[in-house]
């Protein structure tokens, strides 16, 4: 299953707000996960089952979708936001993930 | 708190070996899915392997299927992954991570990841 993630860069404002999209080639139901990985640390999970936030993470994050169209979106970007984000699908093996999308200011 | 820790990586040669390590803590590790995911350096994610807890399901990423074996010793809380014939393409950072069942299979804990580099 290829997942395709647009855009693969964006340049945005802190207060902004912010969607990411994938789509897989085929349906996976509601099996994407996000994550988001800062330069030189591990990915960090954010949302699962496609729109359940992981424990801890604001909630400003939010997901949406299912089949093969999936957005995360960043209600208000914080700075701590700037990062790198990669969906994932987990309806089958193998395990696929996303191109990444670079969030820059 | 859960503790992932990868060790064991290094340069190589191509065709080489390399034995990488995950100690697990915080956690009834036991209980747990594991996975490999690797970051060649500038790129995204790539899945590599994953290995149920019971060591009796494993799955393994075409690119790797045939060098690549994955293994777990429940007993020490460690996962390993045994990489021979490697490639200048197997060059990247590696990270170890938890497959959580009640999110649907997602990475919800990390390691710090360890670098391989293959390289003449």
């Known amino acids: 299953i290829q997942l395709s993630q647009s855009p693969s860069f964006l340049s945005a404002s802190v207060g902004d707000r912010v969607t990411i999209t994938c789509r897989a080639s085929?349906?996976?139901?509601?099996?994407l996960a996000w994550y988001q990985q800062k330069p030189g640390k591990a990915p960090k999970l954010l949302i699962y089952?496609?729109?359940t936030l992981q424990s801890g993470v604001p909630s400003r994050f939010s997901g949406s979708g299912s089949g093969t169209e999936f957005t995360l979106t960043i209600s208000s970007l914080q700075p701590e936001d700037f990062a790198t984000y990669y969906c994932?699908?987990?309806?089958?093996?193998?395990?696929?993930f996303g191109g990444g999308t670079k969030v820059e200011i | 708190e859960v503790r992932l820790v990868e060790s064991g990586g290094g340069f190589v040669q191509p065709g080489g070996s390399l034995k990488l390590s995950c100690a697990a803590s915080?956690?009834?590790?036991?209980?747990?899915?594991m996975s490999w995911v690797r970051q060649a350096p500038g790129k995204g994610l790539q899945w590599v392997s994953a290995?149920?807890?019971?060591?009796?399901?494993?799955y393994y990423a075409d690119s790797v299927k045939g060098r690549f074996t994955v293994s777990r010793d429940n007993s020490k809380n460690t996962l390993y992954l045994q990489m021979n014939s490697l490639r200048v393409e197997d060059t990247a950072v590696y990270y170890c991570?938890?497959?959580?069942?009640?999110?649907?299979?997602?990475?919800?804990?990390w390691g710090q990841g360890t670098l391989v580099t293959v390289s003449s």
């Open positions: 991570a938890t497959i959580e069942p009640s999110a649907l299979g997602s990475f919800d804990q």
């Open positions: 915080g956690f009834t590790f036991s209980n747990y899915a």
């Open positions: 290995l149920s807890g019971t060591r009796d399901t494993v």
């Open positions: 085929q349906g996976i139901s509601s099996y």
């Open positions: 089952a496609a729109s």
């Open positions: 994932q699908q987990l309806h089958g093996y193998p395990l696929t």
